[in-house]
C-alpha cells in the first residue's frame, strides 16, 4: 500500500465494487439498499473515485450541481485501511477544484470531532460558529 492511489472522476461504476466500499465503512443505510445506492450514484453530478495503482477501489466522493451557485458534497468514503493517508483529501480538492468557480460549496456531516477537524482544515466552516456572516443550515 506504498504507492499513491489514482485519482479519477468517472460516469462508470461497478457497483459491486462501490457496495464493498460502503461496507468497508459500515454505511449500512446505503448498503441496504443496493438499488437506491445505484441510483444515487448514477443521478448524482459528479463521482470521483479513488483507485490503487492496481485498479482496486479504495475511496470515492460523489455530489450535485448546479454548476452555477452550489455544489453539494454528499459523499467522501475512504477504505478504513487506506484512511489518515490522504486519499480524502485528495478525492475532496478534486470535488472542490472541478467546482471552484460555484458559489457556494455545502455539506452535512456527522457530529463527530474527527470529521469537523477533516472539513474544516479543507476551508469548510460550521454554521453553528459563523457569527460573523447571517448563515443557517436548516435540515428536514
Given at each position: 500500500m506504498t504507492s499513491s492511489p489514482v485519482i479519477r472522476a468517472t460516469t462508470?461504476?461497478?457497483m459491486q465494487e462501490v457496495i464493498d466500499l460502503y461496507r468497508s465503512i459500515e454505511w449500512?443505510?446505503?448498503?441496504?439498499?443496493?438499488?437506491?445506492l445505484a441510483k444515487a450514484i448514477g443521478n448524482s453530478t459528479y463521482v470521483v473515485e479513488a483507485?490503487?495503482?492496481?485498479?482496486?477501489l479504495i475511496g470515492l466522493a460523489r455530489g450535485?450541481?448546479?454548476?452555477?451557485?452550489?455544489f453539494y458534497l454528499q459523499d467522501i468514503?475512504?477504505?478504513?485501511?487506506?484512511?489518515?493517508?490522504?486519499?480524502?483529501?485528495?478525492?475532496?480538492?478534486?470535488?472542490?477544484?472541478?467546482?471552484?468557480?460555484?458559489?457556494?460549496?455545502?455539506l452535512l456531516t456527522d457530529d463527530q470531532p474527527a470529521q469537523h477537524r477533516f472539513y474544516e482544515s479543507m476551508?469548510?466552516?460550521?454554521?453553528?460558529?459563523?457569527?460573523?456572516?447571517?448563515?443557517?443550515?436548516?435540515?428536514r
Open positions: 462508470k461504476h461497478d449500512v443505510a446505503y448498503t441496504n439498499d443496493p438499488q437506491a483507485r490503487t495503482p492496481q485498479g482496486d450535485m450541481s448546479d454548476d452555477s451557485s452550489i468514503l475512504v477504505r478504513p485501511e487506506w484512511q489518515r493517508r490522504g486519499v480524502g483529501r485528495a478525492l475532496l480538492r478534486n470535488c472542490l477544484d472541478r467546482f471552484d468557480h460555484v458559489r457556494q460549496k455545502v476551508g469548510y466552516r460550521d454554521t453553528q460558529k459563523i457569527d460573523d456572516v447571517g448563515v443557517h443550515a436548516f435540515v
